[in-house]
């Protein structure tokens, strides 16, 4: 799989708009752009059944954040605060930044 090119990105505040979680925001932690997959904060939580290692000596279950589909999750908008489409704009000094297709407004920081 080639690498898409992708509308968020790590600290992203995001919508999840399809699947269990549906209606949920939280905060981007890691992007896998390879695999189009995305793990967000206290979202998509699964129970992983661990054995006994150095680091922990119990094992037992854990809970952990797993990876939603990239297509599954909208990127929030910090100025109009709704989940929305972006673009790519380019800047008076020649660098490239998101903005929101709703209210027209830059994205990044």
Do not use: W
Request: hydrophobic share 35%; with cysteine; charged share 30%.
């Amino acid at each position: 799989m080639a690498l898409a090119k992708l509308h968020v990105k790590k600290n992203d505040m995001v919508k999840i708009i399809a699947g269990k979680e549906k209606g949920k925001t939280g905060k981007v932690l890691r992007v896998f752009p390879a695999k189009g997959r995305v793990v967000v904060e206290s979202l998509n939580i699964v129970k992983r059944h661990t054995r006994p290692t150095q680091l922990n000596p119990e094992g037992g279950i854990i809970e952990k954040e797993a990876p939603l589909s990239i297509s599954n999750v909208m990127l929030v908008c910090g100025s109009c605060n709704e989940p929305a489409r972006t673009g790519v704009r380019r800047l008076d000094d020649g660098s490239k930044a998101r903005y929101c297709k709703k209210c027209n407004e830059i994205v990044d920081k």
